[in-house]
């Protein structure tokens, strides 16, 4: 799977949006782009996915380069319980079974008041 | 949605005991299932993939005969952690794949070995 690159912390402020980048320069054409959040001492939640055109749902949107190369999660109106560490992976999708999901470092990002 | 119960969500044992951890898939049948390990501060690290019936494929580096991982059904998979020392402490995380490829993870469960 392709490897993401991510900073390692963000702030954002309360009700602003959030915008977290995360470059995939070495992306195939088989693989998407998954966001997943890790509030602190919990399991990670998934929030989006997507493999070339953006995606929005409740809790986000995702913008991807029309080269593929680099995505941005965006948190549209940031809360503090959005407080956590956003992690940016590539991998093949649909349903192979066993392909596991590899975790980089992330971004953590804190909602200040 | 998906839901994966993982039970205990905490654990304090004694060095040299053993302790099972429980994944649970509690919606849908878990193909495969996926045994995590997180120390503070640090991100997630792949520790076994488990098929149902068959037996887990472990990373480089985990002992196999340490970290028992059992996958008895599509809802169900156990890791032990036998004769636990003090660096085993952490934070153990489990997912379940679907049969249409999703990622579920359940809550976690910090272990304590004193």
């Known amino acids: 799977d392709a490897k993401t690159t991510q900073p390692p912390s963000m702030d954002c402020a309360e009700g602003r949006a959030a915008n977290l980048p995360c470059n995939h320069s070495t992306i195939s054409g088989n693989e998407y782009v998954y966001w997943y959040r890790q509030i602190h001492s919990q399991g990670p939640q998934y929030i989006i996915h997507g493999l070339k055109n953006n995606e929005t749902n409740e809790m986000a949107s995702l913008i991807i380069t029309e080269d593929r190369k680099s995505s941005t999660l965006i948190l549209p109106h940031a809360t503090l319980r959005d407080t956590a560490v956003y992690y940016c992976?590539?991998?093949?999708?649909?349903?192979?079974?066993?392909?596991?999901?590899?975790f980089g470092g992330g971004t953590r990002l804190m909602v200040k008041p | 949605g998906a839901v994966v119960s993982q039970h205990p969500s905490w654990v304090i044992c004694k060095s040299g005991t053993s302790v099972k951890i429980e994944c649970r898939s509690l919606?849908?049948?878990?193909?495969?299932m996926f045994w995590y390990r997180q120390f503070p501060k640090q991100s997630l690290m792949l520790m076994a993939t488990s098929n149902e019936g068959s037996k887990a494929t472990y990373e480089q580096g985990v002992e196999k005969d340490k970290f028992l991982i059992n996958h008895a059904s599509l809802t169900l998979s156990t890791l032990t952690v036998t004769s636990a020392h003090p660096e085993d402490s952490s934070f153990y995380i489990c997912?379940?794949?679907?049969?249409?490829?999703?990622?579920?993870f359940g809550s976690g469960t910090r272990l304590t070995v004193v």
């Open positions: 992976i590539v991998r093949v999708g649909g349903g192979n079974a066993g392909n596991m999901l590899t």
């Open positions: 997912s379940a794949q679907g049969l249409l490829g999703g990622y579920t």
């Open positions: 919606d849908f049948q878990a193909t495969t």
